[in-house]
Every structure is written in C-alpha cells, then in structure tokens.
C-alpha cells in the first residue's frame, strides 16, 4: 500500500521531493493546497507541473475519511462516524462550546478524535474496551478526522481532545506525528495549549511526552484516587498504581506550564464517597490539577448507575472546601468528552441500524 502524503512532515515531503529531483519550494506549495486549501486530489494542485502531480500519484496516497453519518444538528454536539479504507469505524465528536474545559475558553469548537479502532486497556466503564482492541490509526487518519469535521461544519476548530477511541498514548509515534502536523504553521496550525491528550495512565509514555518540546495538555482518566478503588474499574492500575501515576504525573508538571487535569467519572458506591473525595482532593491539589466531575452515564452492557444528585453535589464540595479547581458536568448525554471512548457502542449501533442518538436531532446519512 502507498504511504499517504498527509503522514509527511514538511521535511520528510522536501526530502521526498528532492529524491524525485524537485526543489523544496514545491512541498510548500503541496502543504498549503492539503492544509489551507484543502483538496481532496493531486490533480486539484493546479500549479504543480502535470508530471510532478503524476510522480506524487505514483508515489503516494491522497487518503480521506469516508463520512458515514451524523448525529445531532448545528450548534449542538455533533457525533461523526467514518469508515476507513480498511472498513474499520471510527468516530469523532465536534462540541461547540464546551464549558471551560481544559483550561480553553469556554466559546471554543472542540473536536474529541479517536486514535485507535477498539482499545487494549479495558477500564470497566467503557465502551471502547469491551471489543479490544483492533488497530492503531495513522497519522493521517488522525489528521483527517479535524479536516473531515471542519469541512463539514464550515469553520475552523479551536481545541483538540484526544479522548475519543483508544489510549491516546498506546499509539505515541503516529499520535505524536499527528499532532507535530495539526501544530505546524505549514499544517493545521492549532496551538499546542489547545490541544489536549488523555490517557489512562501510561506511566513511561507520560514521562515521554512530558520531555517533548511542545506544550500539549495533558488529562489523565482517574476514576479513583486509591489503588483499591482505581484497581477495581482500571485494568491499568494494576501495571502503574496510582502513586506511580501520580508521580509522572508530578515529572509533567515539572516540565509543562499547562496544569493537568483529572477526569473523574463518578459511579454510584464503587468510588463515590467522601473518603473518595479527600483522597482525590489531596492528590489534586498536591499537583495544582483540575479536576471534572462526570456523573456515569449508563451503557448497554455494564451494570453501573450515577450516584444520586446529593452525593454528586456532596463529593464537588469536599473538592472545592479543600481549594481544588473542580468542575460537575451537568448536562445530562454530553459526556461523550468524559473518558477517553465511550462511543464504541453507539459505532457498533449504526452498523446495525440501531443508532439512535442520545444528543437529540436527525441522523444524517452522508
Ligand atoms: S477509557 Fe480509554 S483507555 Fe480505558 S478502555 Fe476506554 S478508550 Fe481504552
């Protein structure tokens, strides 16, 4: 199979130009007609020579994601599911206006992307996990997923999450090669500070991106402040226990100007109690970390339910009494950002015909 030129940096594309003996100002030209011009072929490149477009043919793929449907209309949170070459679904989640997430202001677009089809790490909640994992996705196909919404939603995107199918971390090279394109100026152009990686706890790969230079955040899928408890809804924590955790997450802090945030799903009597919330408290405000407070939403197939309005209202207020930053979503069916995947049921649901959405508004057929 032909490597897709959306998986180049610009010095990989030069290099490769320079082999088929064309000067360096054309992968300028290339980056601009993929990036800022956004065509969908070589063939659109009208002021590359006809033979240089028919090298590039030859040499390299020109991918694009397949839109399979659409959930939800403009202005709320839409639910994009796309086929890969390979067949494989994936899908991405444009919000438009989340409520001050990730230290982003709270008018911003946000797209939560996927970067890998199923996922390995099997945390009790969710979704993604419960058919394993089956691949991780490109480069390109990561990069695709914000072209594909912007095109369809007709603006540009502010902020990306990594939080959509798979353990961002599980797949570095391709995620950090995704991201070197969506920041370069040549490329997408998003700033590093809007874009936000989450992670189960990948403990070695933590330190790693803590050590690259760009000032990406980083969310960490807590779920429980005490090995006991997180042992119990993540596979993870058995590998890399919570003060392990807790101390990568102290070396990214040493290193990033960023602060990290915790994702906390709350689920009635597993790790809903107040002790629940002084251990989490602590542990916060040890790092100066957020935290996001997500009432459980139910998936088909797991037993858990969300604890009872009080006891959400009880846990957010030891949090703050202890000087902890700490947000409660309240919107019922919008923790689709909540953990890293939980739309692999509904992703399985549309191929059967059987999608129906929790967001409210039509389905789309592209
Ligand atoms: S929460 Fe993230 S790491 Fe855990 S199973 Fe789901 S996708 Fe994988």
Redesign the pocket.
């Given at each position: 199979m032909k490597p897709s030129i959306k998986s180049l940096l610009l010095d990989e594309l030069i290099e490769e130009l320079w082999q088929l003996n064309e000067p360096p100002y054309r992968a300028n030209q290339i980056a601009t007609w993929i990036y800022r011009k956004r065509v969908r072929s070589f063939d659109s490149m009208s002021d590359l020579p006809r033979p240089l477009r028919q090298k590039l043919k030859t040499k390299f793929a020109y991918t694009d994601l397949e839109i399979v449907r659409i959930l939800g209309g403009k202005d709320a949170t839409r639910k994009f599911l796309f086929r890969l070459s390979d067949g494989n679904l994936i899908e991405s989640v444009l919000i438009p206006a989340s409520p001050a997430l990730y230290g982003s202001r709270s008018d911003r677009r946000t797209i939560c992307v996927s970067t890998?089809v199923?996922?390995?790490?099997?945390?009790k909640?969710?979704?993604?996990?419960l058919d394993g994992w089956k691949r991780n996705l490109s480069a390109d196909e990561i990069v695709d997923q914000i072209i594909a919404v912007e095109q369809e939603a007709g603006e540009r995107l502010d902020n990306i999450v990594f939080?959509?199918?798979?353990?961002p971390l599980?797949n570095y090279e391709n995620l950090l090669r995704a991201i070197s394109i969506l920041n370069a100026p040549w490329g997408i152009g998003i700033g590093a500070r809007h874009i936000t990686v989450?992670?189960?706890g990948l403990v070695p790969q933590i330190r790693k991106l803590a050590d690259q230079p760009l000032q990406i955040r980083l969310a960490v899928?807590l779920h429980g402040a005490t090995d006991a408890v997180r042992s119990q809804i993540?596979p993870?924590n058995r590998k890399y226990n919570v003060e392990a955790l807790f101390d990568a997450c102290r070396y990214y802090n040493s290193r990033k100007k960023q602060r990290i945030t915790f994702e906390y799903i709350l689920i009635e009597n597993v790790n809903d109690s107040v002790d629940q919330a002084h251990a989490l408290a602590k542990r916060a405000r040890d790092l100066e970390a957020k935290v996001n407070l997500i009432p459980y939403n139910t998936v088909d197939g797991l037993e858990w339910t969300r604890p009872p309005r009080p006891q959400q209202e009880r846990f957010l207020a030891v949090l703050r009494n202890a000087g902890v930053t700490a947000t409660l979503r309240r919107e019922k069916g919008h923790n689709i950002a909540a953990?890293?995947?939980?739309l692999?049921l509904q992703t399985e649901r549309a191929l059967t015909a059987d999608f129906s959405p929790t967001t409210a508004g039509p389905i789309r057929a592209a």
């Open positions: 890998q199923g996922c390995a790490y099997g945390c909640f969710c979704a993604s996990g939080m959509g199918m798979g353990e599980a989450s992670t189960s899928s993540m993870i953990a890293c995947g939980q692999r």
